[in-house]
Structures are given as C-alpha cells and as structure tokens.
C-alpha cells in the first residue's frame, strides 16, 4: 500500500475509534446519570449539546433523551 493510501487509512481507523469510544462514554452517561445534556456533550468531547443530539441521532434514530428513558440497549 503507498505511503498516502496507508497515512490514509491510518487516519479515517483513528476518527472510527474516536467516533465509537464517544458513542460508548455517551451511552453510559446518558443511561447512568443525571447529567444534564451540555455536561455529557463536553465530557464526551463534543462542542455543544447540539452536537451531541445530532450523533445520537445518527447513531440510533432517536433523541438522546429517549435514550436516557431505556429506549435503547446497550
């Protein structure tokens, strides 16, 4: 594989690591906590909570706040 196409691959592994540790720390807090929305946003890494509702949605079709209800499993 050339040395782009490796840096490359190397790159979009690292975004798919980052992307699936802040789903699983997200998924956490929203089931075990009574943290509000802004502060699991910034603990997980987000920018705003804005941002948060728009990966839980992308990740589950759903609000986080019906996550935090039980409508998701783990």
Known sequence: MPCRHRRIHAQRTGRTEVERVRQERALALLSDT?????????????SDE???????RRWH???P???RDGFVAG
């Not at 009574?34 to 987000?46: D, P």
């Open 34 to 46: 009574e943290l509000s929305m802004r502060s699991i946003a910034h603990r997980v890494g987000f």
């Open 50 to 56: 804005r941002a948060l509702r728009r990966a839980v």
């Open 61 to 63: 079709g759903i609000h």
């Open 65 to 67: 706040l019906a996550v």
